[in-house]
């Protein structure tokens, strides 16, 4: 864990221009564009995230689907239910005392996309304790397949099934298998960046998926359910749903599947000129499989390979930067791809035609700018 001064430092150590760095404003980007964080604190106008490798609490963005709920420490209790053979129900101060757990993860919401600058993402130290370990501490039975989290906070939904549609008030929960919710870098966290988690990321506990979408990351937890069924509530099943359209076997086929693992997604996010040499930085966002590499090319010239940040982790955003000499004046586009080792590679916007809804929206975002 690096102390608090370390963080600090590295916090404001990429918005930091060289002497005789000049910043190149991307003229893609709308003219009220801005990265203003909620804590009083603006970020340079003129780029994107990231503002550093870990995203300060305050300038981190906030999706909440019912409002903010109010949950008291002091009577908050974490269950663990159902097809388990020992039922689990700590309070905090017993959850805290299980052994300690941390993660630099990366994530960005689902609806976040090129048309709104990707601006709904951050990367983040988080710590708590292992789920994996709870979950094979209460024992889960054979037919415990599903793994159910629940939110404090809830809504009413109209549900529309046989009977017709009706209202119910629903807590906000998200669902994944037995087998990803025992992979070890799950955690049930109480810490962001080094301090307490704050009430509008989760307090007093979130689930935090590495690799997986934001909406995954159930805030204000206080419930876990093993089931032997998929859970089919409407952040699993009738939102955060992507409808793409796949040539199978000569006939085209609708497929509906949930957001649940990060697309491979690149983004240029800053440019600066030194004399003659530009440098462009940017993060990619993925689901933690190992990168084979990213790439960044100037209109359609040879795509070239960009150095990593050392700081990237398995589960973090990947930091990345690309030089170039003597781009000549005009106007030009610049363009990241990334691709990983299984050889899934970033599409091209006109790739993702077929995919009906606004969700995963991971294609390559072609940036412009004039010299
Ligand atoms: N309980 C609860 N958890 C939630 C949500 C919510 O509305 N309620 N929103 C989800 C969505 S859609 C996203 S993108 C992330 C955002 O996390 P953040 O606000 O900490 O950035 O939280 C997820 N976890
Ligand atoms: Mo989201």
């Known amino acids: ?30 003219a009220n564009f801005t990265t203003a964080g909620r804590g009083g604190r603006s970020l340079d106008t003129r780029t994107v995230q990231p503002s550093a490798f870990i995203t300060p609490v305050d300038d981190f963005y906030l999706v909440q689907h019912y409002g903010q709920p109010t949950v008291d420490p002091a009577t908050y209790k974490l269950r663990l239910t159902g097809f388990v ?56 039975l054979p037919h415990g397949r599903e793994v159910v989290f629940f939110g404090v906070d809830k809504g009413m939904e109209s549900v529309t099934h046989g009977r017709g549609t009706q209202m119910v008030e629903q807590h906000f929960g998200r669902s994944m298998n037995i087998d990803d919710a025992l992979k070890p870098e799950v955690l049930i966290c109480w810490e962001m960046n080094g301090q307490p988690l704050v009430a509008t990321h989760g307090a007093p506990v979130r689930l935090i998926v590495p690799g997986w979408y934001g909406v995954s990351n159930v805030k204000w937890l206080d419930h876990i359910h093993v089931q032997d069924t998929r859970y089919q509530g409407r952040f699993m099943s009738r939102d955060y749903v992507t409808l793409v359209g796949q040539q199978i076997g000569g006939e085209t086929i609708w497929n509906e ?46 795509w070239q390979a960009a150095r990593m940040d050392s700081q990237n982790t398995q589960f973090s955003w990947k930091l990345f930067t690309v030089d170039f000499n003597n781009v000549p004046a005009g106007e030009h586009t610049m363009t990241s791809r990334a691709t990983d080792t299984n050889g899934v590679v970033q599409p091209e916007e006109t790739a993702l035609a ?13 940036r412009k700018f004039t010299l």
Do not use: Y
Not at 16 to 25: D, P, T
Not at 92 to 118: I, M, T, Y
Not at 269 to 275: A, D, P, Y
Not at 281 to 295: A, N
């Open 1 to 30: 864990m690096a102390s608090l001064a370390a963080m600090g430092l590295m916090e404001w150590s990429l918005p930091a221009l060289a002497q005789g760095e000049e910043i190149i404003a991307f003229t893609d980007l709308p």
């Open 257 to 302: 599947t949930s957001v649940s693992r990060i697309r491979i997604k690149s983004v240029l996010s800053r440019l600066t000129r030194t004399g003659s040499r530009f440098t462009a930085t940017g993060f990619v966002l993925h689901d933690g499989t190992p990168l084979r590499s990213v790439e960044v090319r100037i209109d359609n010239g040879p």
């Open 85 to 140: 053979s020992r039922p689990v129900d700590l309070t905090l101060d017993q959850l805290k005392r299980r052994p300690r757990a941390e993660v630099v993860a990366g994530f960005e919401c689902g609806g976040s996309s090129n048309a709104n600058q990707n601006r709904l993402c951050g990367n983040a130290r988080w710590a708590g304790t292992s789920l994996s370990a709870l979950l094979r501490e209460a024992g889960p």
């Open 354 to 366: 077929d995919k009906k809804t606004m969700w995963e929206n991971n294609g390559q975002f072609v």
